[in-house]
């Protein structure tokens, strides 16, 4: 028997002009890695403070600049960064005791993509996740 009410259909997504995801093809792994790379407790505190020196920046600076840190979480973090090619550790030559670390080309097109997700986050999820 029939109620005369048509079955509810999902509307089709309007595609995004001019956006083709992952060239049409999953890329669930590749964002998930790189959702991982900046997840860590650590993580963010870490790649803002480089962003935020503006200038490469000695180890101990970096610890003062973000506070509860420990020298190993620090140090995790920033081998964790040079591994990727995120941020760049250059030695003075005057042994370890003059090493600064700085965001590469790589790490600010990260910062780029996690300030856009930020503002995503801010319009889109508005009153959730705790957000204002």
Known sequence: ????????TSPEPAPVVGFDYCGGASCAAEIASVAALASGRWSMPVLEALYFAGAPTRFRALQRQIGAITQKALSRE????VHHGIAARHASGRGDRHVVYV????GLALM?????????????????????
């Open 103 to 106: 965001l590469t080309d790589r």
């Open 112 to 132: 780029q993509l996690l300030d856009r997700l930020g503002q995503w986050r801010k319009t889109q999820l508005t009153g959730l996740c705790g957000g204002a």
């Open 1 to 8: 028997m029939s109620s005369g009410i048509p079955p509810a």
């Open 78 to 81: 920033l081998t964790q960064f």
